[in-house]
Structures are given as structure tokens and as C-alpha cells.
């Protein structure tokens, strides 16, 4: 009787050990998968700050090309109305989580950025406003948001990747489906980005 006791106390002790092990793994991947959720958010709100940037700095760039470019009135609309679309635009972290929202917050900013360059080539025109130090220091500014905007979009796809990655994989995925998690959508090129841009002079 003293050792059936005994192999029943040993079994029911191993299998508490490997219940107990299950569940510290499943906590530590659960973990894993919290931390690189909110390591795309992170990344999300770094791409919002630069995107922030620029929708602050362009009433100014406008104005400036205002009083040089009368005739331009068509583009400066279009900035204008690209820029409202933009602001119209209530950006949550559920954006994250809704692929056709994504999308439709990708497209307004990609259509504000192609009403920016049609804004720049505009200036080409007007040598008085290209040599004006408010324009100029506008011009830089926004060149300079730019890039800072490409560079947040790609450490967010970076880490979209890994983020994905991981609720991807067996057997995080089980634990990832337990919790929620899902997919995060990326950015991705403007629509005819693979095309080389036409220069006439």
C-alpha cells in the first residue's frame, strides 16, 4: 500500500511540474507576443509624430507660396485639400488593427505627399521665391520631415515583421489566438512608385 502511495504521489508530482512548466512557457511567450505588440505601437506613434510634423509645417509653406504664386491657385487647393483629408482622418491604435483602415490612412498621407511634390515642382517656376530664406528654410524643413517619415516607416515595418513573425510561429501562435492578437498591417509603396518618375523641361 506504501508504495502504491508513493508511485501516486510521484505521478501526480510530475505531472504538476509539467502543468506548472506548460504554463510558465504559455505566461513567457504571452509575454513575448505583449511586448512586441507594444513595440509596434511604439513604432506607430513615432510614424504619427513625423506625419504631425509635416501636417504643422505645410499651412506655413503654403502661405509663403501664396504671395508668389498667384496663378498657381489649382495646387495650392490641392495641398490644401490633401491636408484636410489628412486632418480629417481620427487615427486610434484600432488603425493597427483593421487592415482597411490602414490602408485608407496610407492613402491620404500618400496623396498629401504627391500634392507636395506637385507644390515643389511648382516653385521650379519662380526664381524670387526659390532665393526667399522663409521658403527656403519651409522647403528644408519639410525635405527634412520626409525623410524622417521614410526612416519611422521602415524601423515600423521592421518591427511589424518580428512582431508578426512571432504570432506566427508554433507554438505562439496557439497562445496569440488565446489572446487576441493579430496581424499588424504594413506600409507599403504609393501606387505607381515602381514607375520612374517623367522629367520634362
Known sequence: MNRTVAIILGVVVV????????????????????TADEGVKAGWSQ???????????????VETVKGFAKQEKEVLEGVTLARSRVG?????????????????????QDGLSSALSRLLV??????????????????????????????ERRRFNETVQSYNTLIRRFPASFIASMGGFKEKSYFSAASGADQAPKVKF
Not at 506548472?20 to 504571452?30: K, R
Not at 510614424?47 to 509653406?61: C, T
Not at 521650379?124 to 521614410?150: C, K, M, V
Request: charged share 20%; glycine share 4%; proline share 5%.
Open 47 to 61: 510614424v504619427e509624430n513625423q506625419y504631425q510634423r509635416r501636417f504643422d509645417l505645410i499651412p506655413n509653406l
Open 15 to 34: 505531472l504538476v511540474l509539467i502543468i506548472l512548466g506548460f504554463v510558465g512557457y504559455g505566461i513567457s511567450v504571452n509575454n513575448k507576443i505583449v
Open 88 to 108: 480629417q482622418l481620427t487615427v486610434t491604435p484600432e488603425v493597427l488593427n483593421d487592415p482597411k483602415a490602414f490602408a485608407k490612412f496610407q492613402q491620404a
Open 122 to 151: 511648382v516653385t521650379e517656376n519662380y526664381p524670387t521665391l526659390r532665393s526667399n530664406e522663409n521658403f527656403l528654410a519651409l522647403q528644408s524643413e519639410l525635405e527634412g520631415t520626409e525623410n524622417r517619415i521614410s526612416v
